[in-house]
């Protein structure tokens, strides 16, 4: 479970949000929703340890979030950024490096299954800078879904997706929550939050 203790984050005067608490709980679905700015990605980016919280606590499973932890690094899979690539590795050198990195038994297969759920299999092995912006987004949602999670924290993960996608993702998630991860998202998607979620957070009362 990841809990988000009264936390606040400010880059000078200006305080993105304050005392916010948020629990991403098994087999449930947060959503956060809100305008642009209102710091939405930055709760995110805290929520993962890729960003520092000037007040209060996030937690991982009862104690202070170590993102250098192997422990939190196996249980927490996360898109929040457009993650970096290797210029030189096909989509399905990347998929394969990841799950192979994290210790996943069958990559191959699981790498496959991804391949093919995202409809990425006939890009596989093209090389980052020739996909679709996307076909791009599919690759970093890929990611997330070939290695080890108990714990799905995404960063409008609707981006760039067009209908089937959308609705891959919904089914997706659906099914992360049955299978008892944790999930955390922030999304414009009305439909995506309607059908998804449990808990909705509105980012635009944090100020
Ligand atoms: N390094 C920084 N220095 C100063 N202000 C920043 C910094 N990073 C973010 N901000 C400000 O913090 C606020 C929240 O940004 P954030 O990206 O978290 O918003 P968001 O809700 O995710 O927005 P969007 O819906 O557009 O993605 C914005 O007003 C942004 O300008």
């Known amino acids: 479970m990841l809990h988000l203790s009264g936390i606040t984050r ?3 005067e200006f305080t993105v949000f304050r005392r916010v608490d948020l629990t991403a709980r098994p087999g449930s679905a947060c959503a956060v929703v809100g305008v642009n700015g209102s710091g939405k990605s930055t709760l995110l980016r805290c929520a993962v340890g890729a960003d520092y919280v000037d007040e209060g606590r996030v937690l991982f499973d009862g104690i202070d979030l170590d993102e250098s932890d192997p422990a939190a690094r ?11 690539v290797f210029p030189h590795l096909s989509v ?4 394969l490096l990841i799950a192979t ?6 990559a191959e297969a699981v790498v496959t299954s991804a391949l093919e759920g995202l409809s990425l299999t006939p890009a596989a092995d093209q090389l980052p800078v020739t996909l679709s912006s996307g076909q791009r987004r599919r ?31 919904i089914r997706t998630l659906v099914a992360e929550k049955d299978a008892g991860v944790a999930v955390l998202f922030v999304s414009h998607d009305a439909v995506l939050v309607d059908t998804v979620a449990d808990v909705v957070v509105d980012a635009d009362a944090w100020r």
């Open 10 to 12: 400010a880059h000078g």
């Open 74 to 84: 196996t249980a927490i899979s996360a898109v929040i950024d457009d993650g970096g």
């Open 92 to 95: 399905r050198e990347h998929l």
């Open 101 to 106: 990195a994290h210790a996943v038994g069958d």
């Open 139 to 169: 690759l970093m949602l890929a990611s997330a879904f070939v290695r080890p999670r108990r714990v799905l924290v995404l960063d409008e993960p609707e981006q760039h997706l067009d209908a089937a996608g959308r609705e891959w993702l």
